[in-house]
């Protein structure tokens, strides 16, 4: 019949005596291994593996490890609850539930952000979805658990926690130019424009944003400017007009 190929079946070889007997084979397997060990014991500096945890890798400044939420300065999360990070989750696996904030000026707020680190797939989508800056991911990549359930990290584990230093430093997070952070030395991250609220507050701490030519959001006035902006009607293209 046309269109199937005849792969063919490879029948197995019989066996020598010697194969059979199992032991020759046992003492050639074990000669094998016992030269790799002796190797390795006179040339234990040369060995591909690292000796850990007492020696650990130096990974990169844009490490992806554990997820930390961001925090604003009164403590409370920069999360508003949009789900754009769950939508954009390949794993699916993140959950939130969204409550109203207590604050009118925040609206909304997680009542849950669960983050299940065993299917998590560490690629960094969370970060470049959010935002409101507010899901940043660590270099601390030690995360083992004895349970399942103890792998969903809520908010008590992913926050921020004021004052104390991330273990491992951050990781993979949006970097704004001119906020003082060193720019990510791959090319999978091209800098976060700063958003209105973001560029005003980088300009109170003295950094220099400034807004360049051409279009595109770094462009876009800031709310103090849109204030004093004076409005220019756009003329209508002369398809637009409606015919009298
Ligand atoms: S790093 Fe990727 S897989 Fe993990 S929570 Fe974020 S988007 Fe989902
Ligand atoms: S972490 Fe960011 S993207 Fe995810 S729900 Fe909160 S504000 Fe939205």
New binding site residues.
């Given amino acids: 019949m046309s269109g199937v190929v005849d792969v063919g079946v490879k029948q197995p070889r019989k066996l020598t005596v010697a194969e059979r007997l199992y032991l020759p084979e046992i003492v050639k397997g074990m000669g094998v291994t016992i030269r790799h060990l002796l190797r390795n014991i006179v040339r234990i500096r040369n060995l591909p593996t690292i000796l850990y945890p007492e020696k650990r890798r130096d990974y990169s400044e844009r490490f992806?490890g554990k997820?930390i939420l961001t925090t604003r300065d009164d403590g409370t999360l920069k999360c508003v609850a949009c789900y754009m990070?769950a939508e954009?989750?390949?794993?699916e696996?993140?959950t939130i539930v969204a409550g109203e904030h207590p604050k009118i000026a925040y609206e909304k707020y997680p009542v849950v952000f669960d983050?299940d680190m065993l299917r998590?797939?560490?690629?960094?989508?969370?970060?470049d979805a959010c935002p409101k800056d507010a899901i940043w991911?660590t270099r601390n990549y030690e995360m083992a658990f004895f349970k399942r359930e103890e792998a969903v990290f809520g908010i008590d584990k992913l926050i921020a926690k004021p004052g104390l230093p991330v273990k491992d430093g951050l990781g993979y997070r949006p970097y704004y130019p001119g906020d003082g952070t060193r720019p990510p030395g791959d090319a999978s991250s091209s800098p976060v424009i700063p958003g209105d609220g973001e560029r005003e507050r980088l300009r109170e701490k003295g950094c220099d944003v400034h807004h360049t030519e051409g279009p595109g959001p770094l462009n876009a006035p800031s709310p103090a400017e849109k204030r004093t902006q004076v409005l220019t009607p756009t003329p209508l293209k002369k398809s637009s007009r409606i015919a009298s």
């Fill in positions: 992806r997820h990070c954009a989750c390949p794993a696996c993140i983050i998590c797939v560490f690629c960094g989508f969370c970060v991911m």
